[in-house]
């Protein structure tokens, strides 16, 4: 188990980037849900043990995550936003190097290792290519290869399906959903149907504070009942924002959904339809 207290940094520049985050977060895959700037790299920059919080603590089982970063990096797998500079050498390559860095001495078992993992993240084609002309999609899975070595009981994923297209995007949530129940997976993104198809735990993260933590589940049934549709034209928009708490608008050919939060039916035209986590998103953001 995961247990984050009172974490708060502020960065040279100024900016309060976590504000008082508290999580406690268990075995399985976790969402960690929030818009551009929220914190979120922040946050798995500090678990991952690659930058400093001002104050907090973070406890890994029975690590104190800050104090003895060593001992928690030999649990982490991590797969971050970006990796940066991809070198000329191949998938096959890298891996055999990341995992006698890990201390996976034996060559024949690293060989066994790389090959499996290779298979796994559907990569063993295209062991020989060079990573740098990999496109995003197995860059990623790649990087969740290198990310499984060592059996980690803690991965962290940070934004991986931005800028993946849709094909690439099922097929890497497909990978995660594999990786098995038994360790704690926090994927951190701002797409909501990431979380809604893979976690089973998640939180909000809006400007440096957890707004909202819980089962999706529970997190829908607070709002069952209240969520309202329209649709209206582009210019109503405005008039709707003044009479009503307008959760989001959305464009629908060409025309607009409106949706609003109502405890009663607000009647006018409008129907009940059913609370989805974009609706407890975007309640919880602004
Ligand atoms: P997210 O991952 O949710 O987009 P980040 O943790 O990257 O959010 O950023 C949170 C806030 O902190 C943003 O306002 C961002 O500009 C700022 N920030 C992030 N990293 C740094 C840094 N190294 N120095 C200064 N400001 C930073």
């Given at each position: 188990m995961l247990q984050i207290s009172n974490l708060s940094k502020t960065y040279?520049?100024?900016?309060?980037?976590?504000?008082n985050v508290s999580l406690t977060i268990d075995n399985g895959m976790f969402g960690l849900l929030g818009p551009n700037g929220a914190g979120k790299s922040s946050l798995m920059r500090t678990i991952a043990t690659l930058q400093d919080a001002d104050s907090g603590s973070i406890m890994f089982g029975d690590i104190d995550v800050m104090k003895d970063k060593a001992e928690l990096r030999k649990v982490l797998g991590y797969l971050p936003q970006e990796f940066g500079v991809y070198p000329n050498v191949s998938a096959e390559e890298m891996l055999h190097y990341i995992a006698r860095l890990k201390g996976v001495a034996d060559g024949r078992e690293r060989k066994e290792l790389v090959k499996a993992l290779l298979e796994q993240v559907n990569l063993y084609q295209h062991?020989?290519?060079?990573?740098?002309?990999?496109?995003g999609g197995m860059k990623q899975r790649f990087g969740i290869a290198q990310a499984l070595i060592?059996?980690?009981?803690l991965i962290i994923v940070d934004e991986?399906?931005?800028?993946?297209d849709p094909a690439e995007r099922l097929r890497f949530n497909n990978l995660l959903s594999e990786i098995g129940e038994n360790i704690v997976i926090i994927l951190s993104t701002h797409i909501v149907d990431d979380v809604s198809e893979l976690c089973n735990d998640m939180a909000i993260i809006a400007g440096g504070e957890v707004k909202l933590k819980g089962h999706p589940d529970a997190l829908l049934d607070t709002l069952r009942g209240r969520v309202w549709a329209k649709r209206i034209r582009k210019e109503e928009v405005a008039t709707y924002q003044e009479q009503y708490k307008v959760i989001l608008s959305k464009l629908s050919s060409g025309q607009v959904m409106v949706y609003v939060n109502s405890d009663?039916?607000?009647?006018?035209?409008f129907e009940a339809v059913k609370p989805t986590l974009e609706d407890i998103y975007f309640s919880n953001i602004a």
């Open positions: 040279p520049n100024g900016v309060h980037a976590l504000k062991r020989n290519k060079y990573l740098a002309g990999y496109s060592g059996n980690p009981k991986p399906t931005a800028g993946l009663a039916d607000p009647a006018n035209g």
